[in-house]
C-alpha cells in the first residue's frame, strides 16, 4: 500500500519536472531554439495548425531560424502567425523561405527573463508540494482506515519526504541552469 502510493508521488514528480523543462524551453535565450516557436499556430486551409505541421523547420545558425512551408503560399500566412504569437522576433522571407533572426538580448531584458525562469520555477515546486500534500493525506488516511500501520505510516511520510527534497533541490539546479544560460553574453 505505501510503495503505491510513493510511487504515485514519483509519477507526480516527474510528471511536474517534465512540465517545467517543457515551459522553460520556451524561454529565449538569446540563441536559436525551435522550441520557441511550439505555440505558433498557422491557418491552414481554415484550420489553425501548428507551424512544424506545415513547414520545414531548422536552425540555420545559433542566431538565425529558418521555415521553409511546404506550400509557398503560406509565406504571408506563417510571417503573420509569427509577429501575432508577440514573441518579439520579425520574420522576413524572399518568396521561398522565412527567416527568424534571434536578436541578442539586453540586459534588461535579460533580467527579465531571469524573473520569468524563477516563476516558472516557483510553480514548479508549488506542484511537487501538491504532490507531497496529496501523498501524506492518503498516508494518513490509509493509517486512521487502518489499512497501514502508524509505523508503515511514519516510514511512508518520511521517504515522502526525501523524495520531495530531491525534486525541489532538481528544480533548483534546472532553474539555476536557466539562468545562467540567460545571462551568457
Known amino acids: 500500500m505505501v510503495n503505491d502510493v510513493l510511487s504515485d508521488l514519483e509519477e507526480g514528480i516527474t510528471k511536474a519536472l517534465d512540465a ?18 511550439d505555440g505558433v499556430r498557422v491557418d491552414y486551409y481554415g484550420t489553425m495548425t501548428p507551424l512544424n505541421q506545415v513547414a520545414s523547420l ?22 503573420a502567425s ?23 538580448l539586453t540586459t534588461e531584458r535579460r533580467r527579465d527573463l531571469s524573473k520569468v525562469v524563477k516563476r516558472i520555477g516557483e510553480d514548479a ?20 482506515d487502518g489499512e497501514i500501520s502508524d509505523d508503515a ?13 530531491k525534486a525541489v533541490a532538481k528544480v533548483d539546479e534546472i532553474i539555476a541552469k536557466k539562468e545562467a544560460e540567460i545571462m551568457e553574453v
Open 20 to 37: 517545467l523543462k517543457r515551459e522553460l524551453a520556451k524561454v529565449r535565450t538569446g540563441r536559436a531554439n525551435l522550441a520557441l516557436l
Open 58 to 79: 531548422a536552425v540555420a545558425d545559433p542566431r538565425l531560424i529558418t521555415i521553409k512551408p511546404w506550400e509557398k503560399k503560406l509565406i504571408p500566412d506563417i510571417e
Open 82 to 104: 509569427i509577429r501575432v504569437a508577440n514573441l518579439g522576433l520579425n520574420p522576413s522571407s524572399d518568396g521561398e523561405i522565412v527567416r527568424l533572426p534571434i536578436p541578442s
Open 125 to 144: 515546486k508549488v506542484a511537487v508540494r501538491n504532490q507531497r500534500r496529496d501523498t501524506k493525506e492518503m498516508l494518513e488516511q490509509l493509517a486512521k
Open 153 to 165: 505510516s511514519d516510514v511512508g511520510l518520511k521517504k515522502m519526504q526525501t523524495s520531495v527534497d
